[in-house]
């Protein structure tokens, strides 16, 4: 089934999707089922912590409803919310594509992953937000998954149990920013020969809060698409525009590490909680004689901004450049 958080009114409710535009909200969908039915979740997270039981409950609400009786009480949402509105956290998986070894100097064996904060989140159809002070600004089309079930140490054979669904992600992402916030400096490690000594090691290094974590800097939605929908999350098409043109033309089996193996990394490292989202990584060729994502630079290149990957349908989100200078932070 394909779940999402909505605005209706002024009511926020979870839905199910009736068509690509309309939805029905889950307590209309649990009525047709009749009086024996769960509590009906006020949150896409209330909803995933229902587990299996209330999942088959709305399943078989589902099929017992008519196509007349779902387009009767089907409505077409005010908003777009992401389907996760506040995750645990949100984990993303750095040049994951296979696309960027060649510009590898050095890298790890693993995945390595950082942290992108909930209050970043927008849904599709609200803007994406930047400001001239934030330097270039570009998509980053990928593959995101929201678990189901609190997760610790998993094998990689069970790890895909751990998954609810699979949703679509745009890690707006400012290489302006990053460069700002770039060290090049001496870090200062115990010495492994002489543990009462300590040596310095040359390193190059720039944190992810401000180039990644700035608000509307994660697009999440508008679908979350059960896992039994999907069938294979490694064999998935994505596309990504920006104003009209295609900058991105790719499939999720160009992962340098598949689902799986993502999730079970992650997990020796951190406990994944229900509704956690974990972004898999940019899918990003684009094609022979067209533009690149790092050269659709919303400073200077009109939006909107779109994303469509195989079986989650299309997330499309207009990019406002505010006219807005840095305030004055620095105390008199």
């Known amino acids: ?42 949150s896409m997270r209330e909803m995933i912590a229902g587990g299996d039981a209330l999942l088959k409950a709305i399943e078989a609400a589902g099929r017992e409803a008519t196509e007349d009786t779902l387009n009767l009480r089907a409505m077409v949402p005010d908003a777009w919310h992401p389907p996760v509105r506040h995750p645990g956290k949100i984990l993303a998986v750095a ?32 803007a994406i ?24 140490d998993v094998e990689p054979d069970d790890a895909l149990d751990s998954v609810y669904g699979y949703t679509i992600f745009n890690d707006i992402t400012s290489n302006g920013m990053r460069a700002e916030d770039r060290f090049h400096y001496w870090a200062i490690y115990a010495d492994p020969d002489n543990p009462d000594q300590t040596k310095k090691v040359e390193q190059h ?17 508008p679908w979350l698409v059960t896992r039994d929908e999907i069938e294979n999350p490694d064999n998935l098409h994505v596309e990504c525009q920006v104003g009209g043109e295609t900058i991105a033309d790719d499939n999720t089996r160009y992962y340098n590490f598949k689902v799986a193996e993502v999730i079970s ?55 406002i450049v505010e006219d807005k200078a840095i305030g004055q932070w620095r105390l008199n």
Do not use: W
């Open 265 to 319: 990394f992650i997990s020796q490292f951190h406990t994944l909680e229900p509704g956690d989202v974990i972004s898999l990584g940019t899918a990003f060729k684009p094609g022979a004689g067209r533009k690149s994502i790092h050269q659709a630079n919303f400073q200077t290149v009109a939006g909107p901004v779109s994303v469509s990957i195989e079986g989650l349908g299309r997330q499309e989100n207009p990019v």
């Open 205 to 221: 290094l720039s944190y992810a809060a401000r180039y990644k974590g700035t608000d509307t800097f994660g697009a999440l939605g």
């Open 95 to 126: 040049m994951n594509n296979s696309a960027s070894n060649e510009r590898k100097i050095s890298a790890p064996d693993h995945p390595a992953f950082f942290l992108k904060p909930s209050s970043c989140l927008v849904g599709h159809g609200e």
């Open 1 to 42: 089934m394909r779940f999402a958080s909505v605005r209706i009114g002024d009511r926020d409710v979870v839905a199910a999707a009736v068509t690509d535009e309309s939805v029905i909200e889950i307590g209309n969908l649990l009525e047709l089922a009749g009086d024996a039915t769960p509590h009906v979740p006020r």
């Open 129 to 152: 937000r930047i400001r001239p002070y934030y330097g270039s600004v570009h998509p980053e089309p990928e593959l995101a998954l929201v678990i189901g079930k609190r997760t610790r």
